[in-house]
């Protein structure tokens, strides 16, 4: 996706939050014998709307502006970068806030569709507010090649340099972009894994990388709500580590998205696009 990067401020941060990852001493059951390690850490973060509360997401600590980016676009909130004026990051240690300034469409359509909900029911589903949220009206892609075999061959081993907190300490997801050249640029990585995903659609987009010709790869299963994030995004092909859902291929393949699913000790599987008469 071919956008402006937003203009957006310096983050104001009033006390930084936590660093990624801290060391914690652990005992065994019996308490006679101690060590450490180091765990992930995560941060409250409060997202607001030309100063309307919208959501509060728990984050891994970094990234936070491509987070911000890459929710607001993922989300649908925005549709493109470039209705983001302004940026500001504030916060007290695992509190941290995004004072988040956006184009008038934008806010207009984000305050009709909250006006839209407030009579509704809690469906449950995603977390969302009714399911119209939950199964939205998106547009087809218009379809790509799949990537060369060879692109994926040692991919579960090639993204360890992009996962730098996973090696360190575990606990975290990632989301890492290739490009139409089979080499991997850009990775993000997360406490949820659809954080990850958000985080390197706004690392993409606020460093103007290009996604014509490359794809996504997430380490999580992948569910519905990535197929989402990618679609709105503009990226044509998603590599998954894990496998996906039933859903997730249906709206793969309605949508003319490319789904590989990539197995540990098996060849790549593509779910999307279909086999001719294939279930």
């Known amino acids: 996706m071919n956008v402006k990067r937003p203009s957006c401020a310096a983050p104001a941060l009033e ?4 660093a990624a990852s801290q060391t914690y001493r652990y005992s065994n059951l019996e308490y006679s014998e101690s060590d450490s390690t180091a765990l992930a850490e995560e941060v409250a973060l409060a997202i607001a709307y030309n100063g309307i509360s919208q959501a509060v997401m728990l984050v891994t600590p970094t990234d936070l502006e491509d987070f911000i980016v890459g929710f ?17 990051l504030s916060g007290s240690g695992s509190a941290q806030y995004a004072q988040v300034t956006i184009a008038n469409r934008a806010f207009w359509n984000l305050k009709q569709q909250r006006r839209q909900l407030a009579g509704t029911s809690g469906c449950g589903l995603c977390g969302v507010e009714a399911v119209e949220q939950a199964l939205p009206d998106l547009n087809v892609l218009p379809g790509a090649p799949l990537p060369p075999a060879e ?23 990632a989301a890492v972009f290739m490009n139409d050249q089979g080499q991997l640029l850009l990775g993000r990585e997360d406490i949820g894994r659809h954080n990850a995903l958000d985080k390197l659609i706004g690392g993409l987009v606020r ?12 380490t999580s299963r992948c569910s519905l709500e990535l197929i989402q994030k990618v679609l709105r995004a503009g990226i044509q092909t998603l590599v998954s ?8 291929v249906q709206w793969a393949r309605r949508h003319n998205l490319n789904l590989i699913h990539l197995p540990q000790k098996n060849a790549p599987r593509v779910y999307s696009p279909a086999l001719e008469n294939q279930a």
């Open 15 to 18: 006390t930084p939050a936590p």
């Open 72 to 88: 607001s676009l993922g989300s649908g909130i925005i549709a493109d970068a470039t209705d983001i004026y302004d940026l500001q």
């Open 151 to 173: 692109w994926l061959d040692g991919l579960r081993q090639r993204i360890g340099a992009f996962q730098p907190l996973g090696q360190h300490c575990g606990a975290v997801h």
């Open 207 to 218: 460093q103007n990388i290009s996604t014509a010709g490359g794809l996504a790869i997430v």
């Open 241 to 248: 580590l894990s496998s996906p859902t039933g859903l997730a």
